[in-house]
């Protein structure tokens, strides 16, 4: 087993070119408009920050037990809070017309996208590397490991598996 360890390179430059394009995209807002523009397009901009925090958060860790057992709430908690997001910043963009398309794709669907990058980048754990050419000796590997697998990737006839 090989540990990983986070690419602070890569969160830097994913983190920068994400946030560099929703800057560019609100530049002329931003930096030329007037006070009530430039708050309107600094809120939106913003609003980013807990959007990606949040999806990196429920893609990083699991609710507690006690939360997670009870029925539908414990399953549908978290994507329900991102779903109820979605529809805020859908209907932001209803009132505003101007800003549905930062929403929506800039905020929404690239935030998904950066935090799901992100995650990937700052992972840490135990990485393992096997080949084989049968299914039954996959099984066999996977319960003789008896960890939670985390992560799979098949790559070249070569299976990945991430541990945490």
Do not use: H
């Not at 309107?40 to 925090?53: D, Q, T």
Request: charge should be neutral; include cysteine.
């Amino acid at each position: 087993m090989v540990d990983r360890k986070p690419s602070v390179i890569g969160t830097a430059l994913t983190a920068g070119i994400y946030w560099g394009m929703l800057f560019y995209w609100l530049r002329d807002d931003l930096l030329d408009g007037s006070p009530d523009e430039q708050m309107r397009a600094l809120r939106m901009f913003i609003v980013s920050i807990p959007y990606v925090a949040y999806i990196m958060w429920c893609a990083m860790t699991d609710l507690p037990d006690n939360i997670r057992d009870i029925p539908y709430i414990g399953r549908v908690l978290k994507p329900g809070i991102w779903l109820i997001s979605v529809v805020g910043l859908a209907y932001w963009g209803w009132v505003d017309t101007a800003a549905v398309g930062f929403l929506l794709v800039g905020v929404a669907l690239l935030g998904v996208a950066v935090a799901m990058c992100l995650v990937c980048l700052l992972y840490s754990g135990s990485k393992v590397v096997v080949y084989t050419d049968s299914v039954d000796s996959l099984m066999s590997i996977l319960v003789s490991l008896n960890q939670k697998v985390t992560c799979v990737s098949i790559r070249n006839y070569g299976l990945q598996l991430l541990f945490s």
